[in-house]
């Protein structure tokens, strides 16, 4: 819905300036960035949408960047109540609540890209896994996949990446790893032909332990943030360095622009093959 239009008659042309023309909706919870200078409108913002969107039942107003640790942001709840959502993506569902663990529906694209690049009777690690999207999808679209492994710190996210696995009947595929990757990674040096790595700003500081977990030739897809006017020569000149220091051979097959991160910067994702 074009929130802009959906407001036109009810906002001074000032005001309507101000007015994202989008949001996000996780199941049936709405995210809206609202500028400050909307604050006293927030309640007809909210309003529209819940009149416009009948499935909508929460909005919660993004309060601020994600920071800290776990990759929260903090939200604030300006119509209806509750935070936690059932939301269906490509036919998998997955249970969260939008304040305790990181979920982006905007990235379900690159879910499904790496997805198809997944062969019959590979293994996967994806780090920094939150509510297991990237798991479960891996799952879904190869059933074949011999395994997927997923490692995050969030406790809450672990406990839905747990319900996600089980209402998605993929118990038998994904195994869930409550911890910190630089503690946990070990368990799976050596085992893996595939590493994700979503965490878009701390990924390659971790790529020791990426490149430890393939079996000798493998994919990582390196996750970074990075300006609009050069998205990918920071990335490639990490995944580069890191594999040279591991004594690897590394090659770009895939560079990927994910989505708008903050103001003229992107989230993008690298692929790199690494042999030797």
């Not at 679209?141 to 969030?154: G, R, S």
């Not at 977990?213 to 994919?219: A, E, I, P, R, V």
């Amino acid at each position: 819905m074009n929130l802009k239009k959906a407001l036109k008659n009810k906002l001074e042309p000032e005001e309507l300036e101000l007015v994202p023309r989008a949001f996000d909706i996780i199941g049936d919870i709405a995210l809206v960035e609202i500028p400050e200078e909307l604050d006293k409108r927030e309640k007809l913002i909210a309003g529209t949408i819940l009149k416009v969107h009948r499935n909508i039942h929460t909005v919660c107003r993004k309060m601020g960047m994600r920071s800290g640790e776990l990759r929260l942001r903090e939200l604030r709840v300006i119509a209806g109540k509750a935070t936690e959502t059932v939301h269906r993506e490509h036919g998998a569902m997955f249970m969260l609540d939008v304040k305790k663990a990181y979920f982006s529906p905007r990235e379900a694209t690159e879910r499904q890209r790496i997805a198809e690049q997944v062969g019959p009777g590979e293994t996967v690690l994806v780090m920094f896994s939150g509510i297991a999207p990237f798991a479960v999808v891996i799952a879904k679209k190869q059933p074949n996949v011999a395994k997927v492994y997923c490692i995050e710190l969030n406790k809450d996210a672990c406990r839905y990446a747990g319900d996600n696995i089980r209402i998605n009947k993929l118990g038998h595929k994904i195994v869930s790893v409550c911890g910190d990757v630089k503690d946990e990674a070990e368990q799976f040096y050596g085992k893996c032909d595939r590493v994700v790595m979503p965490l878009p700003k701390e990924a390659h500081k971790f790529l020791p332990e990426a490149i430890k977990c393939l079996k000798g030739t493998g994919t990582i897809h390196l996750y970074h943030v990075a300006p609009e006017e050069d998205m990918f020569t920071d990335a490639v000149k990490l995944g580069k360095e890191y594999c040279r220091k591991a004594g690897k051979k590394c090659k770009v097959t895939g560079k990927r622009k994910v989505l708008l991160y903050s103001p003229r910067n992107w989230k993008v994702c690298v692929d790199f093959k690494v042999s030797g």
